[in-house]
């Protein structure tokens, strides 16, 4: 499938004059500006292509330095692979020793109001092209596309920091750029607004050469994902069963290959963020995910490995799977010291030596090759934002909230038969709920934000047996203080306790 490409949007540039003597003044017609760029529908295509750009973090870098970072060293299923250690920012971020100046999470911000900003841009634009310009059905879908985009900008920062700058348009001047953060309660109401309007517009599908922008079915994921994380649970449920009952989406047989490049946008994929190997411009339109994941000894950086504590849970079923081993899970994510575990064709041992017992994350690496095999030097594997497995287990959270277990236990049961694993019938809904979302989601970024929703972080962590996590306090490390960078130059902003 060809994928949605992603580029860098031209830079819109107005021509101010210093100078009051006319013949000094000179004004290229043909130079393009915010007033006369948006001509036709190609224009808005690509204003909207700077917003998707923007998803994974506009260095190619960031997407595992910054957002991999980010989404995962603070749960208590990771540890900071022995490169982390060169790296003092990240490694403060899993040992909760992090202050308001920590980069990352300072780019981290910084890169989401980037995208907010091209958003609310493309927003206002292309609802201000006349007819002659673009035609209504275009208009409405670029549009849509383009709120979809700014409620999932907002979503991120939300689940990160207690209360954030809420971008509704574009800055008109120097008072808009030092707007205050707003309650959580206005932030999610401004997410439901961008989603609930953008439905209406937004395609089931695409034909080939679209495919990985926002669809219907997207935006009603997320809309649901919002009515849950405010513990809405009926409007939660309602909403999920409206994506579950639109038959466009289904669990894929091979679950390691929603993550390896084999088999991207395929029917479990609800929304993932688009890579390529190419390069245009000299920029890369790929990603090192693969690098970061791998350890030295498959071509990597050892830069994340799992924690015993993910593995202890993993195994906690035993062997109790259909074909009398452990969940399928636990071999399509993790690489460990098994004689049934082949990496790429080598043994455990033959790889990392007899007797060694590092845990490494088999997610994200590429399918066919180790990272030292790996050519080109980037890697254009999709990385998945929301799965139909994550989908399922949410509508059984939701359900299981409103005592409608049967219902959760058949969404759970779903998910289970995919790996091999017995049906679920105990009592314990929320407690097997909280399970499978351990074996079916590791290193996908969700773990922390799922313990805090649960009430689970201070339990979790004192239980995790990770190194720096006696130094958890929820009060200072349940959300991210705001990046110094950003209250140093906005006066209505102040960090407590940091």
Not at 128 to 156: G, P, V, Y
Not at 343 to 369: C, N, P, W
Not at 372 to 386: A, E, F, G, L, R
Request: net charge negative; aromatic share 14%.
């Amino acid at each position: 499938m060809k994928k949605f490409n992603i580029f860098i949007f031209i830079a819109l540039v107005s021509i101010l004059s210093a100078c009051s003597e006319d013949y000094l003044v000179q004004n290229d017609p043909d130079a393009l500006t915010s007033g006369n760029y948006w001509r036709n529908v190609e224009d808005a295509e690509a204003g909207l292509a700077t917003v998707y750009r923007n998803l994974g973090a506009t260095d190619f870098w960031n997407i595992t330095e910054v957002n991999a970072v980010v989404e995962n060293f603070r749960s208590d299923l990771v540890v900071p692979g022995p490169d982390s250690w060169n790296y003092p920012d990240w490694f403060s971020l899993s040992t909760f020793t992090y202050t308001a100046g920590n980069s990352r999470l300072t780019i981290y911000w910084r890169d989401a109001y980037r995208g907010l900003f091209h958003a609310s841009q493309v927003i206002e634009k292309v609802g201000e092209m006349t007819a002659d310009k673009i035609s209504e059905t275009d208009k409405n879908q670029i549009i849509a596309e383009a709120k979809f985009l700014r409620a999932f900008f907002h979503f991120r920062l939300l689940n990160n920091w207690e209360n954030i700058i809420v971008i509704k348009a574009m800055p008109q001047g120097e008072d808009d750029l030092a707007k205050p953060l707003v309650s959580r309660e206005e932030a999610w109401a401004f997410i439901e607004q961008d989603l609930t309007e953008a439905i209406p517009y937004l395609p089931e599908e695409y034909t080939s050469n679209k495919v990985g922008r926002a669809t219907k079915g997207a935006a009603m994921a997320y809309l649901a994902k919002a009515y849950m994380y405010q513990e809405k649970w009926s409007e939660a449920a309602a909403k999920f069963k409206e994506v579950m009952d639109m038959g466009v989406y289904s669990l894929v047989d091979n679950f390691l290959s929603n993550f390896d490049g084999s088999n991207e946008n395929n029917a479990e994929s609800i929304f993932e963020i688009q890579y390529s190997a190419l390069k245009t411009n000299n920029i890369w339109l790929g990603h090192v995910y693969g690098k970061f994941t791998s350890p030295g000894e498959l071509g990597g950086w050892g830069n994340i490995e799992a924690s015993e504590n993910l593995f202890n849970f993993m195994i906690s079923e035993g062997q109790t799977s259909n074909s009398g081993d452990y969940d399928q899970r636990l071999y399509q994510t993790l690489f460990f010291n098994h004689p049934n575990v082949s990496v790429f064709g080598q043994t455990y041992e033959d790889v990392f030596g007899a007797g060694a017992t590092k845990l490494i994350f088999r997610k994200f690496m590429r399918s066919d090759v180790p990272e030292y095999d790996n050519d080109p030097y980037q890697t254009s594997m999709n990385i998945p934002q929301m799965r139909y497995a994550d989908l399922l287990l949410m509508y059984a959270e939701a359900q299981a909230m409103q005592n409608n277990n049967s219902e959760a236990i058949n969404a759970i049961n779903m998910v289970r038969a995919r790996s091999e694993m017995p049906a679920f019938n105990g009592t314990e809904v929320m407690q097997q709920i909280q399970h499978e979302r351990v074996m079916e989601l590791a290193y996908e970024g969700h773990r922390f934000f799922d313990l805090r929703r649960w009430g689970l972080l201070e339990t979790a962590m004192q239980n995790s047996g990770k190194q720096g996590a006696e130094n958890f306090s929820y009060q200072q490390h349940a959300f991210f203080p705001i990046p110094q960078d950003e209250e140093n130059t906005n006066p209505n902003l102040h960090n407590n306790g940091f």
